[in-house]
């Protein structure tokens, strides 16, 4: 079962433009994570924000992490048509469990 | 350039025909987890290992499905009978010591298509 579940399912912009994703969730959490797919590749790491964080950046990502909302939100700045993508977010819970994800927001940027 | 390596890339079969996917974790990487990807249920854990050891297959319908890692280097995912509905994307992931402390490294996955 998905913890995580992003919003919107589908995004597109124009190139230049800044995108955000948001991620909730339901249970308590050790840390959040950001993962890249290009169509017909793997998931790639993005980003991961622990839960006694806020905000953290990385190059054009700018990640925030709202514990008592149970949600996070991935901010791509100046877009480019090569961060067209699917975006997931990946909860790992307190203990010893795994990553959970959710269905992901497919992003497309047009040039 | 450490990665997790996968194959077979693209497999069509039969139905009721044996499936084995295998995936090579990166190396010092303890923990290996197997996830299958469609359209209708994105991501879903079916197994994972750490130290070679299961954790946790309740993700994995037992009669047909089977992991194992028969050593450090290789993980191994298993179907037996396939069936229509087992056609996905199945992703190989692995990662550092401590399943829930950091990235995890996926394979290009294995899109297996059953007729």
């Known amino acids: 079962s998905q913890q995580g579940e992003e919003d919107p399912q589908a995004l597109s912009i124009q190139e230049g433009e800044n995108a955000t994703m948001n991620c909730s969730y339901k249970t308590s959490i050790n840390n959040l994570q950001w993962y890249r797919q290009n169509s017909g590749r793997g998931l790639v790491h993005l980003i991961l924000?622990?839960?006694?964080?806020r905000e953290k950046h990385s190059g054009r990502l700018r990640v925030t992490l709202d514990t008592s909302k149970k949600s996070s939100s991935l901010l791509i700045t100046a877009s480019r048509a090569a961060d067209t993508a699917s975006y997931f977010c990946a909860t790992a819970q307190s203990g010893n469990t795994p990553l959970v994800f959710g269905k992901g927001t497919r992003l497309s940027v047009i040039a | 350039d450490a990665r997790v390596t996968q194959t077979p890339r693209h497999k069509v079969t039969e139905m009721g025909q044996e499936v084995t996917m295998r995936c090579q974790p990166i190396?010092?990487?303890?923990?290996v987890f197997w996830y299958r990807q469609t359209m209708m249920q994105g991501l879903e854990l079916l197994a994972y290992f750490r130290n070679r050891a299961p954790l946790d297959d309740s993700g994995m319908p037992k009669d047909r499905f089977s992991a194992e890692m028969p050593d450090a280097t290789l993980a191994t995912l298993k179907i037996q009978p396939s069936e229509p509905r087992d056609s996905a994307v199945y992703f190989c992931?692995?990662?550092?010591?401590?399943?829930?402390?950091?990235?995890?490294?996926f394979g290009e996955g294995s899109r297996l298509t059953v007729l």
């Open positions: 190396l010092g990487h303890n923990t």
């Open positions: 992931a692995s990662g550092l010591p401590g399943p829930n402390t950091g990235e995890l490294f």
């Open positions: 924000i622990r839960s006694n964080e």
